[in-house]
């Protein structure tokens, strides 16, 4: 057996590049030089490139309305106001998520009410729900977290059942679909980011999408005035209201609309590349021990790979050997392999000190629940567990072979590991610390 890197041995593998992204083709150059000379840089209405990337949703979704705004959050604000939510009304959110799905509750003056995971998935767990339910209760928000779709079905039947909104977050899922449906396609309303990272990307962006005129309306109303909201809000009830709009500005870049919208054009390759990389990768894992692929559930139809792969780990099949041991051995033969860096909603200062007052609602601070950071075993599961590796959206299929290898090593040599790990001879970095996303 070849001597592990971390134990003094060679390396297995060259580090590789890290990958190319965002992709930004000479087509994309183009139309943005093309607005560039045209001064065409600020649209009042829906008009050029904010229309055609609006227009490019609608018809990909199937979906009434599509609003173009200026971030991901800010998609995810407009779709919170536009449920018309009511000072101290209660949003369900997955207590493991971007930051972006439940802040901007508190910007509609709204409680977000934090819920459990699923160990393996990381995702919202429905079974975990009903615990969560008060008189207040008026939306469930959920996640589909690096691309893998929550259990749309379960989900929806529970707000259903209790008269809640649903709002799913897709911003790292642009392409997935569940239960015969894309992402985007189960709740009331949707938001998309289009910021750099997302698998379509503005540079800055995001976008809204619904079949309810009201919500449109409201979300149109949230963050434009004049054109826009003229143009788009007619209704009996907001009519009068479009020349104002409602107080904030979140008109996307004609700039970044262009760069989604060719984006847009080539999801489809970009996602059929990753998805061919990540399981050739995952094929040979399903055979190692310690590793084992992300799990994919039943309902989920289409995976949208997003930045990262993430199997799980599993310490009680390789003798205990810690985690951060593993990732450390891995990242000495060359196999880029951390852990995800970002704490839970649950153990952030928002959600734990009494003294932070957000938005403008201050209902004696009895109705913010203040967690201690440790009521979500779901969530500490799941992250106790849960690997990293980057994504590359072109053919790679030679590299995940080399990673493949590359943690084969460090399973064949994890009993020698954990010897030298006990013996406390290994001083091991938090690789969280290292790690980029
Ligand atoms: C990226 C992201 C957002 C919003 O991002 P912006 O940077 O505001 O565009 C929201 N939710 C999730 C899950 C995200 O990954």
New binding site residues.
């Given amino acids: 057996m070849t001597r592990l890197a971390l134990l003094g041995g060679q390396p297995l593998l060259t580090p590789a590049e890290r990958p190319v992204w965002p992709h930004i083709t000479e087509k994309d150059i183009e139309a943005v030089t093309a607005l560039l000379r045209r001064g065409e840089i600020s649209y009042n209405g829906s008009e050029g490139e904010v229309r055609a990337l609006e227009d490019g949703y609608r018809q990909r979704l199937g979906v009434v309305h599509a609003l173009a705004v200026n ?6 604000h407009s779709a919170f106001f536009g449920l018309d939510l009511r000072p101290g009304d209660e949003v369900i959110a997955p207590a493991y ?5 439940a802040m901007p509750v508190f910007a509609c003056n709204g409680v977000p009410v934090l819920a459990d995971v699923d160990p393996d998935t990381g995702i919202l767990d429905p079974d975990g729900l009903a615990a969560h339910l008060t008189p207040r209760t008026r939306a469930v928000v959920v ?3 690096m691309g893998f779709p929550a259990d749309m079905e379960r989900i929806t039947d529970f707000a259903c059942e209790h008269g809640l909104a649903v709002v799913e ?4 899922a642009h392409g997935a679909a569940c239960s015969g449906r894309p992402v985007g396609r189960h709740g009331d309303v949707a ?1 998309f ?3 750099a ?2 698998q379509v990307t503005a540079g ?3 976008i809204l999408v619904t079949d309810d005129r009201r919500i449109y309306e409201r979300a149109v109303l949230l963050g434009h005035c004049l054109d826009r909201g003229e143009e788009d809000v007619t209704s009996e009830e907001y009519g009068g209201y479009g020349r104002t709009g409602f107080g904030l500005n979140y008109r996307i870049h004609p700039v970044g609309s262009a760069l989604a919208r060719g984006a847009l054009s080539r999801l489809d390759t970009v996602l059929e590349g990753r998805e061919k990389n990540c399981d050739r990768l995952g094929a040979p894992l399903r055979d190692i021990p310690g590793i084992t692929p992300p799990v994919r559930q039943a309902h989920v139809d289409r995976v949208a790979h ?1 930045v990262s792969y993430q199997p799980l780990y599993a310490a009680e099949e390789l003798g205990g050997l810690p985690i951060d041991v593993f990732t450390a051995a891995a990242r000495a033969e060359g196999v880029p392999l951390t852990r995800p860096t970002s704490p839970p909603l649950h153990r952030e200062a928002a959600f734990r000190s009494a003294s932070w007052h957000p938005g403008t609602y201050h209902p004696g601070d009895s109705t913010y629940r203040r967690y201690r950071g440790d009521e979500f075993p779901g969530v500490d599961a799941y992250l106790s567990r849960v690997l990293r590796l980057p994504v590359y959206s072109e053919e790679r299929g030679d590299l995940m072979d080399a990673w493949a290898e590359g943690i084969r090593k460090v399973v064949d040599n994890a009993g020698e590991l954990h010897d030298r790990y006990a013996a406390g001879a290994l001083t091991v970095q938090d690789p969280a610390r290292t790690a980029q996303h």
């Fill in positions: 971030s991901g959050t800010s998609a995810l998520t971007f930051l972006a799905t996640t589909h977290l977050d897709c911003s790292q938001a980011s289009l910021q990272k997302k800055e962006g995001g997003y």
